[in-house]
């Protein structure tokens, strides 16, 4: 790939957001990958996600839609992200439901969400997948070593306190800068630990 090429292109980023509880991190997480600086946002949203988003939050659809530079329709197996020669920095799934777990740990792309993280794994880019369940079963866990394996960073939305939260916000704003970490991107979201 040509340097030009690679600049141009090097800030594109990917949110998936699947069928899990968890709506909030996805739509604070796409809040702060918006406002990044010269981040091109893109934006996966399932069916399950939409159902999700219904149910367990205030959120309008079109506001979570609203963050995203470009959405590309779930169901579009031939949007761009589904192509490898589609360049961009990384891709996330946030929340990762435990059925898109299995999906992109088996490499069965039936849309473009799963087809998108697969793609990402075969060219060896950054993804990063928020799985949000609780307990976790042994195919769960095991769904999670083999996404490890084939190189995702598995990471559940746990909590810190070392940056002393006041709210929830605050807790939203720490994970949100930790994902941002992960993909190399600056933030004011929090105060590292020190």
Same mark, same amino acid.
């Given at each position: 790939m040509d340097d030009i090429h690679q600049k141009k292109t090097a800030r594109r980023v990917i949110l998936g957001v699947s069928g899990a509880s968890g709506v909030e991190y996805a739509?604070?997480?796409? #809040?702060?990958? #918006?406002?990044? $600086?010269?981040? @091109?946002?893109?934006?996966?949203?399932?069916?399950?996600?939409? @159902?999700?988003?219904?149910?367990?939050?205030?959120?309008?659809?079109? !506001?979570?839609?609203?963050?995203?530079?470009?959405?590309? $329709?779930? $169901?579009?197996?031939?949007?761009?992200?589904?192509?490898?020669?589609?360049?961009?920095?990384?891709?996330?799934?946030?929340?990762?439901?435990?059925?898109?777990?299995?999906?992109?740990?088996?490499?069965?792309?039936?849309?473009?969400?799963? #087809?998108?993280? $697969?793609?990402?794994?075969?060219?060896?880019?950054?993804?990063?997948?928020?799985?949000? @369940?609780?307990?976790?079963? !042994?195919?769960?866990?095991r769904n999670m070593l083999r996404a490890h394996r084939a190189g995702a960073v598995i990471m559940p939305p746990c909590p810190g306190f070392y940056h002393r939260p006041r709210n929830l916000e605050d807790l939203l704003d720490q994970f949100a800068g930790r994902i941002l970490e992960q993909l190399r991107l600056p933030h004011d979201l929090y105060t590292r630990w020190s």
């Open positions: 739509f604070h997480l796409a #809040r702060a990958l #918006r406002a990044a $600086d010269g981040v @091109e946002l893109h934006g996966i949203i399932s069916g399950g996600a939409r @159902e999700v988003l219904r149910h367990e939050s205030s959120i309008p659809l079109q !506001e979570l839609q609203n963050c995203f530079h470009v959405l590309h $329709d779930c $169901d579009h197996l031939g949007a761009a992200p589904a192509s490898g020669s589609w360049f961009h920095t990384g891709m996330i799934v946030c929340p990762c439901s435990m059925s898109s777990l299995a999906a992109i740990a088996s490499g069965v792309g039936t849309n473009l969400l799963h #087809r998108a993280a $697969d793609v990402t794994l075969k060219e060896r880019r950054p993804l990063i997948l928020v799985p949000r @369940e609780t307990p976790l079963n !042994e195919i769960h866990l």
